[in-house]
């Protein structure tokens, strides 16, 4: 009886962790998307046809395909308000 519940604890155990680090995941990912979000909104219009000019310009297009330059720049920002977590949390963690 003594194992059958040592064994019961340990599988609660292990469920409770993996559902404790599936929320703060979960927590991270929203807060990158938001700061991603919040970082994409910040470019002007003028910004962005800056950016889709120099794209034409670097590849030698004549025209360029507005929704792959917007998935390109959601992913930029996305990476960067990655790059801000990571560095905020390693920075609370020492």
């Given at each position: 009886?003594?194992?059958?519940?040592?064994?019961?604890?340990?599988?609660?155990?292990a469920?409770?962790?993996?559902?404790?680090?599936?929320?703060?995941q979960?927590?991270?990912?929203?807060?990158?998307?938001?700061?991603?979000?919040?970082?994409y909104?910040?470019?002007?219009?003028?910004?962005?046809?800056?950016?889709?000019?120099?794209?034409?310009?670097?590849?030698?297009w004549?025209?360029v395909?507005?929704?792959?330059?917007?998935?390109?720049?959601?992913?930029?920002?996305?990476?960067?308000?990655?790059?801000?977590?990571?560095?905020?949390?390693?920075?609370?963690?020492?």
């Amino acid at each position: 009886m003594q194992l059958h519940r040592a064994v019961e604890n340990g599988y609660e155990r292990a469920y409770c962790k993996m559902m404790n680090n599936s929320e703060m995941q979960d927590a991270k990912e929203a807060e990158i998307k938001a700061q991603s979000n919040e970082l994409y909104d910040k470019l002007s219009d003028s910004d962005y046809l800056e950016i889709e000019e120099k794209i034409m310009k670097a590849f030698g297009w004549d025209d360029v395909d507005t929704d792959s330059v917007q998935k390109a720049l959601k992913l930029i920002c996305y990476e960067k308000a990655e790059f801000i977590f990571n560095e905020k949390n390693k920075k609370s963690f020492y």
